[in-house]
């Protein structure tokens, strides 16, 4: 009789010259570097400054179309699939779940998701802007809905900056303007009746461009956030552009995180079909113009995470 024998080959990630692994189940996407940490009160950097994400078990989400998961009033979020015509899955703006959906999955929280698509901070800052959401808005509708929710298990993120940015082109920099009413309604949210402990701040402003003014908008924002803190609110902040330059630059560039495009992998922001689609849609930094890939996003939430875990 004769014997068979098997070779078995374990297959080990090798670890990235930051030290992290590869994520093995984002179609090859991966972090290639890990966020550098600072501290709270100083320049801008990705800071913890007290939130912990145990224990948490809801997570409530103001933002734009980056942040939108195809649901705005809070409640169960549609499926994050493509139904294999439209580009956007359930709504959302890419082809998958959000940074934020993914946060919470790896958590086990609940989310209340209330970004819309195009929001700014204060919409009555940008007359380009007349129609879009914002966050005034957003937080209006939150606190009309009467929500019971323990201070001590929510976690509260707050992510604009791009739409403002870019309006700032053609309307002139309010900015500064933004960046004020964002903090006063963060200040709201740690008020009575909902007094919010736990906020994380979340940056992206010129996807991988910088200006003075946008630098500006994120050091108001960071130092307002410091003086949050000093009155007893764990607050944290996360800073994307390094990722995004990264990605977009040569170092290390697009291939090292497991990308064969920057794309867009759709051409057109406004289609409502698939067509021309890209040959690589699962290796993709961007999906449709200007919006991440589902693997972006995912990417993106292992960077926030990253920050929550390592920047204290």
């Not at 409640?75 to 359930?90: C, D, E, F, K, T």
């Not at 007349?130 to 809905?145: K, P, R, T, W």
């Not at 609110?233 to 560039?253: H, S």
Request: charged share 10%; net charge negative; hydrophobic share 40%.
């Amino acid at each position: 009789m004769l014997q068979r024998f098997w070779t078995v080959v374990v297959l080990v990630p090798l670890a990235l010259a930051t030290g992290q692994l590869p994520r093995q189940t984002n179609d090859g996407v991966h972090l290639a570097i890990t966020p550098t940490c600072g501290t709270i009160g100083g320049t801008v950097a990705n800071t913890n400054a007290g939130v912990s994400t145990s224990g948490m078990k809801t997570l409530v989400a103001f933002g734009d179309s980056y942040t939108s998961g195809g649901r705005s009033d809070g409640g169960p979020l549609p499926a994050a699939v493509l139904n294999g015509i439209s580009p956007r899955a359930g709504g959302r703006v890419t082809d998958g779940p959000v940074w934020a959906e993914d946060i919470a999955s790896d958590l086990g929280l609940t989310i209340m998701d209330y970004a819309v698509s195009g929001a700014v901070v204060n919409v009555t800052l940008w007359p380009s802007e007349a129609g879009h959401s914002d966050f005034v808005h957003q937080a209006a509708l939150f606190f009309s809905q009467n929500n019971v929710l323990n201070p001590n298990t929510t976690l509260y993120t707050v992510f604009f900056g791009i739409n403002d940015f870019s309006a700032s082109s053609t309307d002139g920099d309010h900015l500064p303007e933004a960046a004020a009413d964002l903090l006063a309604l963060i200040k709201q949210l740690t008020s009575a009746p909902t007094n919010a402990k736990n906020i994380v701040v979340l940056d992206d402003y010129g996807r991988g461009t910088d200006a003075a003014t946008g630098d500006a908008w994120k050091q108001a924002v960071f130092t307002g956030l410091g003086a949050l803190h000093s009155t007893g609110i764990n607050v944290a902040y996360v800073d994307f552009a390094p990722l995004l330059t990264a990605v977009m630059g040569t170092k290390p560039g697009f291939a090292a995180f497991g990308y064969d495009t920057v794309g867009p992998c759709i051409p057109n922001l406004s289609q409502t079909n698939l067509t021309g689609e890209c040959g690589t849609p699962l290796n993709t930094f961007y999906w449709l113009p200007g919006h991440p890939s589902k693997e972006t996003h995912r990417l993106m939430a292992d960077y926030a995470e990253l920050v929550l875990e390592n920047c204290h």
